[in-house]
C-alpha cells in the first residue's frame, strides 16, 4: 500500500523567510503528486499538483514543488513566507492505477509577522 | 457556484447514538471520499465510492457506514460502534480516472459527548 512521510510535523518561520516542507512516498511506479492546504477556518484546496513534464511545478501563492523521482520526493518550497501563508500543508498521492489520494500526515506552519 | 456542501458544520452528539453527516456535490463528479483528519494524523480514508449504488471500505471503515444512492450524495453514518467518533470530517469527489485532482468541502466536526 501506498504511503506519504512528511518530516516536518510543526515549522515556525519569520515572515521573508524561506520555507522547505519534505514529502516522500514509497509506490515506486507512476505517481501524481499533490500539495493541498488548509488556512484557519478553511476548506481543504489544491497549492499544486504533478502528473507529468517538468519536474518543477509552480502553484498559487508562490509556491513551487519539486518532483525527484529517484528520492521518491516531492518537496514544497516557497522563497519568502509571509504571515497569510499561515495554514496546515499536505502531501498527497494518487498511485498504481488508483486515484484515491493518500495523504501524508501534515504539516503545521506559523509564520510570525 | 459548483462544490461540495457538507452540512452541518458542527455536530454534537450523546454517546451511544448513531449520527449521519451529509455530502452533496453538483461538480457532476463520480467518485466520492469520506476522510477523517486528527490532529498530527493527516488525513484517513473511511469510505470511498466510484460510481452510483457501489462504496468500498477505506483503512478505517470500522464503525461508520454510507450510501450512494444518488451520484450528487454521499452520506455517511457514524455509528454507535465507532469507538472514538469525535473528530473532523472531511468529504471530497473527484472525476475518475487518472489525472484527476480532490475537491473537499468544508468539513464537519463532530463531537460526542
Known amino acids: 500500500a501506498q504511503s506519504v512521510s512528511q518530516h516536518n510535523h510543526h515549522v515556525i518561520l519569520s515572515e521573508a523567510a524561506s520555507l522547505e516542507l519534505g514529502c516522500n512516498y514509497s509506490y515506486g511506479g507512476t505517481v501524481n503528486l499533490f500539495w493541498y492546504v488548509q488556512y484557519p477556518g478553511q476548506h481543504l484546496q489544491l497549492l499544486l499538483k504533478y502528473f507529468s513534464g517538468d519536474p518543477l511545478v509552480k502553484g498559487i501563492k508562490g509556491f513551487e514543488a519539486e518532483f525527484i523521482k529517484s528520492k521518491f520526493s516531492f518537496n514544497l518550497r516557497k522563497p519568502s513566507v509571509q504571515w497569510s501563508d499561515t495554514a496546515e500543508y499536505f502531501c498527497?498521492?494518487?498511485?498504481?492505477?488508483?486515484?484515491?489520494?493518500?495523504f501524508g500526515r501534515g504539516t503545521s506552519l506559523i509564520v510570525h509577522p | 457556484d459548483g462544490g461540495i456542501t457538507q452540512s452541518p458544520k458542527y455536530l454534537f452528539r450523546k454517546e451511544g447514538q448513531n449520527v449521519t453527516l451529509s455530502c452533496e456535490q453538483n461538480?457532476?463528479?463520480?467518485?466520492m471520499y469520506w476522510y477523517r483528519q486528527d490532529p498530527g494524523q493527516g488525513l484517513r480514508l473511511i469510505y470511498y465510492s466510484q460510481i452510483v449504488n457501489d462504496f468500498q471500505k477505506g483503512d478505517i471503515a470500522e464503525g461508520y457506514s454510507v450510501s450512494r444512492e444518488k451520484k450528487e450524495s454521499f452520506p455517511l453514518t457514524v455509528t454507535s460502534a465507532q469507538k472514538n467518533p469525535t473528530a473532523f470530517y472531511l468529504c471530497?469527489?473527484?472525476?475518475?480516472?487518472?489525472?484527476?485532482?480532490?475537491?473537499f468541502g468544508q468539513g464537519t466536526r463532530l463531537t460526542v459527548v
Open positions: 461538480l457532476n463528479h463520480d467518485a
Open positions: 498527497a498521492v494518487t498511485s498504481g492505477g488508483s486515484y484515491i489520494p493518500t
Open positions: 471530497a469527489s473527484s472525476p475518475s480516472g487518472m489525472n484527476t485532482e480532490a475537491f
